[in-house]
């Protein structure tokens, strides 16, 4: 039996005490990134370190940031592993993380670390365009996010909630980002949120249940992150992506230390390993994950990650705007737009 565990404390809480007892230290970590990558991390950083115990929360990223917040009077976590840098520039605005650089750092570029060293691009997350290629056609399947307001998908688009998922905030964010750009307000991309609203089939609570309902075919076409979709492709799922035409908003995926760690050396380490070159590489081959790291060569990649990068057209958007805002849109999306969406006038 693995030592993965849903989220509640107290199932957490149970595995953790079940395990205490072999003199290893512990170090959890609360994280995003599902049990592909954490079980691959854990099992690898284990056999080095027979003396640490590797323990974690999978959870959608925003509700990593309400975990830590609620628990920052008595933290439960070492590492926060994961997640936009959108949200750990919040977390570390309130004291959430702990200074911390570690020797890769400088392989990072400017615009991926956060102040005063509390946090650090680790990975690079691509938000795409999905569709279920058992009812949709290459041809047929949307190519840029507009084609998502299309009338042929009229109930046919599930979309993971929002206010729960990094990745979801990052590509609302981007249009709102860009109405400010446009017109000086965020007027038109409330609007165009309000269209994708009526396209919408629905919200689903977690992203096992969107991959489940469009492979059903109870949708055909959905927006999601990269890696997943590449997991769930080697796996035969009928899922397939493509980049939007006019650019994606490329993700910071952070890693910091929780201020008060209660195991901090072990946990330092742990975030040194990860951000090694050997640890990204072996997660871009066994877990598609693109590294943040600028000085890795080509033959340190597969063939994926070489091509992914070539396609990519990242799409530099306002970063500090979406930072100040995000909170508030998404109160205002989810007060005013979900459920409420309009389609277009004839």
Not at 137 to 162: T, Y
Not at 165 to 172: A, D, I, L, Y
Not at 186 to 210: C, H, I, M, S, V
Request: hydrophobic content about 40%; charged content about 25%.
């Amino acid at each position: 039996m693995g030592k993965w565990v849903p989220v509640g404390f107290l199932v957490w809480l149970l595995g953790a005490v079940a395990g205490c007892d072999d003199g290893r230290t512990q170090v959890v970590i609360y994280s995003p990134h599902g049990r592909d990558l954490l079980e691959l991390l854990e099992k690898a950083y284990e056999e080095q370190h027979p003396e640490i115990d590797v323990r974690y929360l999978d959870m959608g990223s925003q509700e990593v940031y309400d975990r830590v917040r609620s628990e920052s009077a008595n933290p439960q976590a070492d590492l926060w592993f994961g997640g936009p840098d959108t949200i750990f520039s919040r977390g570390a605005q309130e004291g959430l993380l702990a200074s911390y650089r570690p020797s890769w750092a400088d392989s990072v570029p400017q615009a991926s670390q956060g102040p005063n060293d509390l946090y650090f691009g680790l990975y690079l997350a691509c938000p795409i365009l999905v569709y279920n290629s058992a009812a949709v056609s290459d041809e047929a399947a949307p190519r840029d996010w507009e084609d998502l307001l299309d009338p042929a998908w009229n109930q046919k688009v599930l979309i993971r909630d929002p206010l729960a998922s990094g990745t979801m905030r990052t590509v609302f964010g981007m249009v709102l980002a860009r109405s400010v750009a446009e017109t000086g307000d965020e007027g038109q991309g409330f609007d165009w949120l309000r269209r994708l609203d009526a396209q919408t089939k629905e919200y689903t609570l977690n992203p096992a249940l969107l991959f489940e309902k469009l492979t059903r075919q109870e949708g055909l076409v959905s927006i999601w992150e990269l890696t997943d979709i590449l997991l769930l492709e080697r796996r035969n799922s009928p899922l397939r992506y493509r980049f939007a035409t006019s650019g994606t908003p490329v993700i910071d995926d952070s890693i910091g230390l929780v201020t008060g760690a209660r195991n901090e050396a072990a946990a330092k380490d742990f975030l040194e390993w990860v951000g090694s070159t050997d640890a990204l590489s072996l997660v871009a081959r066994e877990a598609f994950r693109l590294p943040a790291r600028t000085d890795m060569v080509a033959e340190q990649l597969p063939d994926w990650a070489q091509k992914v990068l070539t396609a990519l057209k990242p799409l530099h958007l306002d970063q500090g705007l979406m930072e100040e805002r995000s909170a508030q849109w998404m109160e205002t999306w989810d007060r005013e737009v979900r459920g409420k969406g309009t389609a277009p006038a004839n």
